[in-house]
């Protein structure tokens, strides 16, 4: 398997008034593709902020970022937005849906930056719906959803776009016991059928072991590689 | 979906906010309409001024008469094609409340230098014959239920004693902007009596009006005029009609000056409102932006988004304030006295300005939460805290 990320170097620090807060400090990770990996970690050891940068959404303070060949710390902000939306797909922990779209309309949303005609997005929606199992709910909105129903609708989202990896931040982390499972069942399948390389930041120990490898990070530093 | 269905529903997220709001719009829009109403009502005499025609007064004050011998001299005048003269008399019809325009005219020529008053031929030719006739707007007639034959009696104040004037005829407007609350009646009706019982007085004439054949040629003839009176005891000020209505509202100009000011405050007021509402909406919607970002949604995406949304509101708002505009003027128009306003209607221009003012309070309302929007960081989105 090739690898997918490739992190050199990496550091992040963020700035508080006049103080400098390191958040990473040289980061040296691989990613290989069709991956399921867990970032574990105390909260503020910077496995929210790695994502990030991995995903596209901030910008290193030093280092490469490579993705699927692309050092997408270099990219401007416009062109690291079309990146991410044919390259990455979100999963976050309070599911982040539009309160007043519908399953399908969220679902959507990513679409409508595609030249894909009406139809083709109708196709790509209900195809995405129905691989998470909501294929009988797209009228429905946010609110007449179950918590695991939203995150659910959220996957469908991440994925509609046929994205090569998926980021997933504290995906089960609002959700019982039986939701979770569920989405992590899913998580599972995405990765085993569909080839989906899976990055997924987690407190969750049992959420962490559905992954073929764990990351831990401690004050910035990634500290114990486990399989 | 398209963009504009989002848009759409963002708009109407809070039902009720987006209905306060449009409601506020639509009541500020109100208020500028018939504002603007009342300020081009105002003006109105000024645009149906023909400018054909000049007015020759008193160079001191308008209150203060011309001889009467000045009317050959000024029919001798290059490019003059008819001269007429009226008084303004003044003067109470059963009170003092019952306010409107009385002149003392030349009936042989004053109807045709004024042709935007219809009389049918024979009343004017009666009018004209009769000394103590007059003749009145069908407005006015209409008002006090007066009609041909009647006789209307006017207790003068500038000219003392009691007149009675039977009425032979009864004038529709031309135009719009004509007034259709005057009495005319005969200047040597005046005159004779003034000869009789105010030795002095005979011989006054409140303004000439001239018609020329050229509105080219104004100036020039308004200077050869006044050049005929020059160092004379009555000097002359002869401008186009057009000019000496806008003197008339000269002397009302703080009053308009104060509306028109008010008219923009109000705008000022209303883009407080809705940009108050947009910060609102932008601010809880941080976390939606960036997650739209993060989907690829670019920074003019999103500032589409927010302008759209202000857009919309401030379009449904201007749209019904104009809507409720027309027949909110109707009504108050019912309240002001006949007479004042030749034309009390929403104009064209108010429209024009009540929807522009209204697109123009949609974008700059959104341009804050734009900005923000703009330069927001995805990762500072998701940390927002509302």
């Not at chain 2, 081009?40 to 001889?67: C, E, H, K, M």
């Not at chain 2, 103590?132 to 006015?140: A, K, Q, T, V």
């Not at chain 2, 008339?248 to 109000?266: C, D, E, G, L, P």
């Not at chain 2, 993060?294 to 003019?300: D, E, I």
């Amino acid at each position: 398997m090739t690898e997918i990320i490739q992190v050199r170097n990496l550091y992040k620090s963020y700035w508080r008034d006049s103080i400098e807060i390191p958040v990473l400090n040289n980061i040296n990770l691989n990613i290989k593709e069709g991956e399921f990996i867990a970032l574990m970690g105390p909260s503020g050891s910077g496995k929210t902020t790695l994502l990030n940068l991995i995903s596209g959404i901030d910008k290193p303070s030093r280092g490469e970022i490579s993705v699927n060949g692309t050092d997408i710390s270099k990219l401007s902000e416009s062109a690291l937005a079309k990146w991410r939306s044919s390259n990455i797909g979100f999963v976050f922990q309070f599911y982040n849906l539009i309160p007043v779209l519908t399953a399908y309309e969220n679902v959507e949303l990513p679409l409508l930056l595609t030249k894909l005609t009406k139809a083709e997005r109708r196709q790509h929606v209900e195809t995405a719906l129905n691989i998470v199992g909501l294929g009988d709910r797209i009228d429905h909105y946010p609110k007449q959803l179950s918590g695991g129903q939203e995150q659910r609708v959220a996957i469908a989202r991440a994925i509609v776009t046929d994205p090569i990896i998926l980021v997933a931040d504290e995906p089960t982390g609002d959700l019982d016991k039986n939701s979770a499972s569920e989405i992590l069942t899913l998580m599972e399948r995405l990765n085993k059928e569909f080839n989906k390389t899976i990055v997924m930041v987690t407190h969750d120990p049992h959420a962490a072991s559905k992954a073929h490898m764990i990351r831990h990070l401690e004050k910035g530093d990634l500290i114990l590689e486990a399989v | 979906m398209k963009i504009l269905k989002l848009i759409f529903k963002n708009s109407m997220r809070h039902k009720l906010r987006t209905s306060l709001t449009v409601l506020g719009i639509a009541i500020a829009v109100i208020a500028f309409g018939v504002l603007r109403t009342v300020v081009t009502a105002w003006y109105s005499g000024v645009d149906a001024a023909n400018p054909n025609r000049l007015i020759v007064r008193q160079a001191v004050s308008f209150i203060f008469p011309l001889p009467y011998s000045y009317l050959e001299k000024i029919k001798q005048v290059p490019g003059v094609k008819q001269v007429t003269y009226a008084n303004w008399f003044g003067g109470i019809y059963i009170d003092q409340s019952n306010f409107f325009a009385r002149y003392g005219v030349d009936a042989d020529t004053y109807f045709n230098v004024y042709n935007e008053y219809n009389i049918p031929p024979d009343e004017l030719s009666t009018f004209k014959k009769e000394r103590n006739s007059c003749i009145l707007g069908s407005d006015l007639a209409k008002k006090y239920h007066l009609k041909i034959g009647d006789v209307m009696t006017l207790e003068g104040d500038i000219y003392p004693g009691t007149w009675e004037l039977a009425v032979r005829g009864i004038y529709t407007p031309k135009y719009k902007t004509t007034d259709a609350m005057q009495m005319f009646f005969h200047w040597d009706y005046i005159d004779e009596r003034m000869r009789v019982e105010m030795p002095g007085r005979e011989g006054d004439v409140g303004w000439y009006v001239v018609l020329i054949n050229n509105a080219a040629n104004s100036g020039s003839i308004s200077n050869q005029i006044d050049a005929l009176f020059k160092n004379s005891p009555a000097e002359t000020k002869t401008e186009t009609e057009g000019t000496f209505q806008q003197g008339f509202i000269q002397s009302s100009s703080a009053i308009i000056t104060s509306m028109n000011f008010i008219s923009f405050v109000i705008i000022g007021i209303i883009m407080l409102v809705l940009g108050n509402t947009m910060i609102m909406s932008a601010r809880e919607r941080t976390r939606e932006y960036a997650v739209l970002k993060t989907l690829g949604f670019s920074g003019k995406h999103l500032a589409g988004i927010i302008m759209g949304e202000s857009l919309v509101i401030s379009i449904l708002g201007g749209l019904l304030g104009l809507l409720l505009t027309y027949p909110i003027v109707e009504g108050f128009s019912q309240f002001i006295p006949k007479g004042m306003f030749p034309v009390f209607e929403v104009k064209t221009i108010t429209v024009v300005l009540a929807v522009s003012a209204a697109l123009l309070v949609g974008i700059i309302a959104a341009l804050f939460p734009m900005q923000r929007a703009l330069r927001m960081k995805i990762v500072e989105g998701f940390r927002f805290v509302g």
